[in-house]
């Protein structure tokens, strides 16, 4: 006797797995771009406090650059009324200009080089009193996005110059998951390697965290440039949008399994493992009970079982036990573990009405599809 499984193939989506580590769509070092001491910091500016963008995460005595900027609005007035008293003279030189009968000479009668010199000297110290505004603004180290801190690198009281590291922070607004695939898994997803993916398959996400198995959904977006070269993974990336605003936050460095939908077939067998023998085949009995041997197409495994595709038909009969010996056309007792599935069976006549089986995910439990899952 051998235990056998009744054939049902049905439309399914291809769950494919991967795992990988979360992290922040941009994490940056906050440099000073002027220098001085540090006057105040914000009460976020700590390790894994949140802020908004453009919120000022640290003050740097702020004095002197405004000193700076009141001489750089003088120089701006004082070369403003040098140009004046150019213009003016230019025009007293125009009333009073006669043919000297070279261009030479009546360009500099008519002041126009020193018109142009007092124009520069103008135009130089706007500049001037712009960069000192600059610099009076970025006294205020401010976000550009909303994030979060990493890691502080000065405080409150402390001496900065130009280019010294304040702190590394995160942005908040977009999680990324670099996922390792394999030839074999990219071959059961629709990725374009050659171009941008416009519209990527649906990624779930599952982790443990404080206690309590916790999901989010994401979207593959795109896969990385090049095949790594130790393990021969092409890494694509996974983003989840706004990663803190449920319950369970999705927070840098927890490491999640992943299931991307695959492609999706209308043929597809969900059978125990023991199903499958070496080579990639599987037994069947025919009408008569005899044994047959059928090549099958390995999608995926997942747990227990696997997903198969092959020249099966609905209510043919699978052998799932152990047996010690088997040849083609040697007679066997079933034991159907599983109801017949509705519609047309095997040997039967067309003309049987033919009924919707429910989907079932990778897990083992029922969908209306496993793209459904997501």
Do not use: C
Request: glycine fraction near 8%.
């Amino acid at each position: 006797m051998a235990d056998v499984l009744y054939a049902n193939p049905a439309r399914h989506t291809l769950l494919v797995p991967s795992q990988g580590s979360v992290h922040a769509r941009h994490e940056i070092e906050v440099v000073a771009r002027v220098g001085g001491v540090i006057q105040g910091v914000n009460q976020a500016f700590v390790a894994g406090g949140f802020f908004s963008r453009e919120d000022s995460l640290i003050q740097i005595e702020p004095a002197d650059y405004r000193h700076a900027l009141t001489r750089a609005e003088s120089q701006v007035a004082n070369a403003a009324a040098t140009l004046a008293q150019e213009q003016g003279r230019a025009k007293q030189a125009q009333r009073e200009w006669r043919d000297l009968g070279s261009d030479a000479a009546n360009r500099l009668f008519l002041r126009k080089p020193q018109l142009a010199a007092a124009e520069a000297a103008l135009a130089a110290a706007k500049a001037d009193r712009d960069q000192a505004k600059l610099d009076l603004e970025r006294t205020a180290v401010r976000a550009p996005f909303d994030g979060r801190v990493v890691e502080t690198l000065v405080d409150i009281g402390q001496f900065v110059s130009p280019g010294t590291k304040l702190a590394r922070i995160h942005s908040v607004g977009i999680a990324e998951v670099r996922l390792p695939l394999t030839d074999h898994q990219l071959s059961l997803l629709e990725l374009p390697l050659g171009r941008a993916i416009e519209s990527g398959p649906a990624v779930r996400l599952s982790a443990s965290l404080a206690g309590k198995e916790r999901e989010w959904r994401g979207q593959i977006v795109r896969t990385e440039a090049a095949i790594d070269p130790n393990s021969r993974f092409v890494y694509a990336v996974a983003q989840i949008e706004n990663p803190y605003a449920g319950e369970a936050p999705l927070i840098n460095g927890l490491f999640v399994e992943a299931h991307i939908a695959g492609k999706t077939y209308d043929d597809i067998n969900i059978l125990p493992r023991q199903a499958l023998h070496e080579g990639n085949h599987i037994l069947v009995l025919n009408e008569e009970n005899q044994l047959a041997f059928k090549d099958v197409e390995l999608l995926q495994a997942v747990g227990d079982q696997v997903w198969l595709r092959g020249d099966i038909e609905t209510g043919e009969q699978i052998v799932i036990s152990s047996l010690g010996y088997s040849r083609e056309g040697m007679v066997l007792s079933p034991n159907p573990l599983n109801d017949k599935p509705s519609g047309l069976m095997l040997g039967e006549k067309e003309g049987a009405e033919e009924t919707e089986e429910p989907e079932v995910e990778a897990g083992g439990s029922s969908t209306a599809s496993a793209q459904g899952a997501f």
